[in-house]
Structures are given as structure tokens and as C-alpha cells.
């Protein structure tokens, strides 16, 4: 019996019709890359100082001393949150007295901002920190609208699956694009915070919705040699073209509303491609629509300039993929035997610790030396060579030492930022950016590592458990960026220690390079440095001519 890349074959490997999904499809993911980091610029905090009213009628010299200073990286700046309790300096004032010379500002009592900040407008025109106050006593709201966004990633993660399982990939990648581009929308139009919150969390679902759509459709239409090329150098340099659009667009932009109205534009645009992009010829058939397949088969015949047999699909010879039923497992399955379960508790350690290290570093841009706008480009350009350099790595080296390599390189240059004096800021901005390579090549990699590490019979549920470990990961990050606060380097430490921890633990992984994927539990490589039972199913040879099951991999940024 042939299965369905058998009965392609006539189609070819690379034609055009194979070139155009690889492309639309690649386009579609843009609007992915620019949508959840978009909060950098949407959320940025400017220099702000409490607000004096001209009602409190205070001479120059008072005005100019009624915001206290305090010590921050070793130098005395103007406090954020706190002024000189105007009653009193007012009385100061109206007296004739002078600050410093004839009063002692260490002995004056404070208080908070009565009466709201005054904000730079050096670098934003405005941003929801500064229409809404979130400083201060409310500064806590900001990291957590992007964690709502995260966790409507999260949510997203969990019922895109079925959704594109039930109504097809093609409708569900548009409609999630609809929710996408219409939700950013509406954020235009939030009256308050809480409006704003609601809705990034819904754009959070729409946006790992429709790119795991687009990534199943991509690899179940293309064929075997391309579709791994999609699923790496596609998929993942497309979404950094799409965040490197984004400092470009904010640079010209520093409104935050007008900034989120030009945001959508490449979404309703991607709506252009319903007319271009098929529904998924397996997917048809495994619902039976073997008529619909055929359709879809004969037109890209046609693109391809290749004349296709009257009849493709046999039902009888394909009546398997709508019928035939698997085993079922479940996630006990997981920690079902001591080798299993310690693959899967590290795995999610490996997992979540890269997350917190990819979008902490994208979201830390703001608090870097230098131009912010210059500093998001560049955090996006790097991702593209850590890319290529993922998929060579994947195609010729051991994943365990590769994985763990990328880890220590981003690791130990993150931790040598503390390091450099404050004077060579352009040389700590560049350690970030290879601490941000590293981990984004350890992100790209981790996909197949984790896939090749599981049996067939849980592969897609081990995945998943350990991709729900990354969006945890990635709700988290925002408050490692918020500890900067207090500390500077704290976040760049706590990065760093996590990512070289991270490293050790991966290189008690098993090797999955070059060795047939496991079918069953016991078939699954051994986790170093512990000892087992030698069992009779551990060992599984193929037969002569067998192919290894072709490792997907994704990168659900």
C-alpha cells in the first residue's frame, strides 16, 4: 500500500507550485515576529519625574530642587516616584529662602506623586505607561500585560491542535489570522488598561494559533526534502524578518496607538493569500473528501507544468489515513518508567530555561546602552545566523554537545556583562547580542532534539508537554526584566546562571544523532549517568532498506 508522498512522487521536489506555498506560507508567519515583541515599544517606560503644578507657585531654584535624588548605578539622578511635600518648600519659597544654602533637602519630609509625572518625550511620543501612569506603585502592570499575552499564547498552544484538526488547517490559519490582526485592532481603541490587558491576551491566542497552522499546512503539503528546510530556514528567518520590521516601524512611528493601527496593515494584507494557499491534501483525505484532494493535486500539477494521472487517490490504497486508529496514550505515560520521566523533567528545565533567556533578552532591548530602536534591530538581525547556523549544526553534528555548546556561549557572555566597565557600553550591547544568539540557536534546535529524544507513541505529547514549559518561560520573562530595577545586571545574572546550568544538564541527555527514532518506551535512548536493567526490546534493529521517520521541527516563538 502507497503512502501519500508515494503517490505525489509525480509532482516533484521543488517546482513552483512547492516554491509559492513555501513562501506564502513563510509570509504568513511575518506578522508573528513583530505582534507579541511589539509590547517593547507599545510599553516602553521613558524618564518620567513627579509633576509640580504652576499652582504651587515656587520660585526657580525650588522648582528645580523639588524632586529628590537618588543613587542609581553610581550616579545621583532624579527620583522616579517620590518629591519634596510641595506645603512645605511652598512655605520655603514664599519666605525668600533658598534650597541647599538655607535649607537642608536630606531633612525635608516627601511624598508620592499627587499629581501625576512628567515624561520624556526624547525617545516616545507616548506609550500605555505613560497615557495610563503605570509607574511607580503601578509599575507591576506592564510586565504583566505581556505575561497576559504569553498566556494567551499558552491557551492558543492547547486548542490550535484540535481546531486544526476539526475545521481544517487552511480556515483555521486565516480565522486565527482574523483574531490576530482584528484584536490589535480593537487595541487601538482601549480605554483603559484593563481593556488592553483582555485584548493582548486574545492576540496571544491568535498568534501561536495560526502559526501552528501554517506550519502544519506547510509541512503536510510539501514534500519530504523541502518541507524540513520549511520548518527551519522558512519558518523561523521569515518571523525574524517580521521582528526586524518592527524597530523600523516604531523608529517612524512613536505614537503607540498609530504604531499599533500600522501593525495590522501586514495582517490584512496576509488576508490576500486565501486566494493562493490550498487546504491541506491530507487533511481532505483523512476526512474522506478524496474529490477535494484531487482538485488540489491536478492544480498544482498544472502550476508544475506536469500532466497528472486522471485518477490520484485511490480510496481503497489510502483508506488507512481517515481510519485507521492509533493506540492511545496519556500523559502518565510520560513518567511511566525512570528513563522517561527524567527525560521529561529535563527536558521542561531545558525547555523553560531557554524561553526566560529568548524573550527576556528580546524584551530587555529598552534598558540597553545606545539608541533602543538600533538595539531591536540588531537583537533581530542576529537571530538570522543563529538560524542557518541551527540547521547546519542539525544536519552534521551530535544535538547533545551542539545544544549545549550554544548554551554555554550565551550563558557565560551574559554573565561577563557585569563585567565590563560602564564606559564600554557598546561592547556590553554586543556580549548581549551573543548571548542572545546563543540562546536563539539552543530555541531553533530544541524542536528536533526534543522530537528525536521521544518514542513515536508520545512524541507529539512529550513536545507538547515540554513546549507548554517554554510559554511558562516565556509568562515568566517579564519579571526577570522587571528585577533590573533593582539591579541592573541582576537579570543578566540570573539569565546567565540558568542558561550554564542548562548547558551541564544537557549533556546527560541521550545522543539521538544518527540513530533510528524509538517506536516504544523501551526502544528510547538512556539518559547518561544512570544505570539500568538492560531490557530485550532495548535494542531495535531495522530493516534492510527502512527509512527513519523525517524529524518536523518548529520554532512557536
Keep these: 500500500m502507497r503512502d501519500y508522498d508515494e503517490v505525489t512522487a509525480f509532482l516533484g521536489e521543488w517546482g513552483p507550485f512547492q516554491r509559492l506555498i513555501f513562501f506564502l506560507l513563510s509570509a504568513s508567519i511575518i506578522p508573528n515576529g513583530f505582534n507579541g515583541l511589539s509590547s517593547v515599544f507599545l510599553m516602553g517606560t521613558p524618564e518620567h519625574r513627579c509633576r509640580v503644578p504652576d499652582s504651587a507657585n515656587l520660585s526657580s531654584a525650588w522648582r528645580n530642587h523639588s524632586i529628590p535624588l537618588r543613587l542609581q548605578d553610581g550616579r545621583l539622578v532624579p527620583h522616579n516616584c517620590r518629591r519634596y511635600r510641595l506645603a512645605a518648600i511652598a512655605n520655603f519659597s514664599a519666605l525668600g529662602l533658598e534650597p541647599v544654602r538655607d535649607v537642608d533637602l536630606e531633612q525635608l519630609e516627601q511624598e508620592s506623586c499627587l499629581d501625576g509625572w512628567e515624561f520624556s518625550r526624547d525617545i516616545y511620543l507616548s506609550t500605555i505607561v505613560t497615557e495610563w501612569n503605570l509607574v511607580c506603585e503601578d509599575d507591576w502592570k506592564a510586565p504583566l500585560t505581556i505575561s497576559l499575552f504569553f498566556g494567551g499564547v499558552l491557551v492558543g498552544s492547547f486548542i490550535s491542535g484540535q481546531l486544526s484538526d476539526r475545521f481544517g488547517r ?60 520549511f520548518s527551519t530556514l522558512g519558518v523561523c528567518i521569515f518571523y525574524a524578518f517580521g521582528y526586524m520590521l518592527l524597530p523600523l516601524f516604531a523608529y517612524f512611528i512613536r505614537d503607540w496607538r498609530m504604531l499599533l493601527l500600522a501593525l495590522t496593515v501586514p495582517g490584512v494584507l496576509c488576508a490576500l493569500l486565501w486566494w493562493f494557499i490550498p487546504e491541506s491534501p491530507r487533511w481532505l483525505i483523512s476526512q474522506g473528501r478524496f474529490k477535494e484532494a484531487e482538485v488540489i493535486i491536478h492544480r498544482a500539477a498544472k502550476i508544475n507544468g506536469i500532466v497528472a494521472p486522471s485518477i490520484i487517490f485511490e480510496p481503497s490504497e489510502l483508506q488507512d489515513l481517515s481510519s485507521q486508529k492509533q493506540p492511545s496514550h496519556s500523559i502518565l505515560d510520560l513518567l511511566r518508567t525512570r528513563n522517561i520521566c527524567v527525560v521529561t523533567i529535563m527536558s521542561i528545565i531545558l525547555w523553560m530555561t531557554i524561553s526566560v533567556g529568548y524573550f527576556g533578552l528580546s524584551l530587555d532591548t529598552p534598558n540597553l546602552h545606545g539608541d533602543i530602536y538600533m538595539n531591536c534591530f540588531l537583537s533581530a538581525m542576529v537571530e538570522v545566523p543563529a ?16 545544544m549545549a555548546t550554544a548554551l554555554f556561549l550565551g550563558g557565560i557572555v551574559l554573565l561577563f556583562v557585569q563585567l565590563v566597565p560602564p564606559d564600554l557600553y557598546y561592547l556590553s550591547t554586543a556580549l548581549v547580542m551573543v548571548g542572545k544568539f546563543g540562546i536563539t540557536a539552543a530555541f531553533s534546535m530544541v524542536y528536533v532534539y526534543t522530537a528525536e529524544l521521544y518514542p513515536t507513541v508520545v512524541r507529539n505529547m512529550g513536545v507538547g508537554v515540554s513546549s507548554t514549559a517554554s510559554r511558562l518561560g516565556s509568562i ?58 538492560q531490557t530485550p526490546s532495548h535494542t531495535r534493529i531495522l530493516k534492510d532498506g527502512e527509512e527513519s521517520p523525517t524529524v518536523l521541527k518548529s520554532t512557536a516563538f
Design 387 to 402: 538560524y542557518v547556523l541551527a540547521w547546519l549544526l542539525l544536519r552534521y553534528l551530535p544535538r547533545r554537545y551542539s
Design 170 to 229: 487552511k480556515n483555521v490559519l486565516f480565522v486565527t489570522m482574523a483574531v490576530q490582526t482584528g484584536f490589535s485592532f480593537l487595541q487601538v481603541f482601549s480605554k483603559n488598561f484593563e481593556m488592553f490587558a483582555v485584548l493582548f491576551f486574545i492576540v496571544g491566542m491568535g498568534q501561536i494559533s495560526n502559526y501552528v497552522a501554517a506550519f502544519v499546512l506547510g509541512t503536510e503539503i510539501l514534500s519530504k526534502s523541502v518541507r524540513i528546510v
Design 476 to 533: 515568566l520573562s517579564p519579571y526577570f526584566i522587571y528585577l533590573g530595577a533593582y539591579d541592573r545586571f541582576l537579570p543578566y545574572i540570573l539569565m546567565g546562571s540558568l542558561t550554564i546550568l542548562t548547558a551541564i544538564l544537557t549533556l546527560f541527555l541521550p545522543e539521538s544523532f544518527g540513530t533510528p527514532l524509538p517506536d516504544t518506551i523501551d526502544q528510547m535512548l538512556r539518559v547518561k549517568g544512570i544505570k539500568y536493567r
